[in-house]
């Protein structure tokens, strides 16, 4: 009922840029706070950034000041601005949003499917 779909995952070189998105559909009622996570081969999922519904913002200490995340509410979406990319920022990024539906007032966290950003020359 739910649906997370991220997109502009690929191949890119070190210092390179790239932008990912994730848009949110289905039965929703609400949608709190939306979130970037990533994956590396062998490695826990982390945290790389988040975004409340009113515009904080929170990011990891190894993104910071070369990530920028934000968010349309108008289009459930949520997009991940990725620059000065190194070779250690290769993973499979997540999205996640907590989320209500017209069904049940209990929010739940929704993950997408995930994509992959690789960085390498």
């Known amino acids: 009922q739910v649906q997370l779909v991220e997109s502009g995952g690929g191949l890119v070189q070190p210092g390179g840029s790239l932008r990912l998105s994730c848009a949110a559909s289905g039965n929703i009622f609400n949608i709190y706070t939306m979130g970037w996570y990533r994956q590396a081969p062998g490695k826990q999922r982390d945290m790389v950034a988040t975004?409340?519904?009113?515009?904080?913002?929170v990011y990891a200490d190894s993104v910071q000041g070369r990530f920028t995340i934000s968010r349309d509410n108008a289009k459930n979406t949520v997009y991940l601005q990725m620059n000065s990319l190194t070779p250690e920022d290769t993973a499979v990024y997540y999205c996640k949003a907590r989320i209500t539906t017209h069904q049940s007032m209990v929010a739940y966290d929704y993950w997408g499917q995930g994509t992959q950003v690789t960085v390498a020359s």
């Open positions: 975004i409340t519904s009113a515009g904080t913002t």
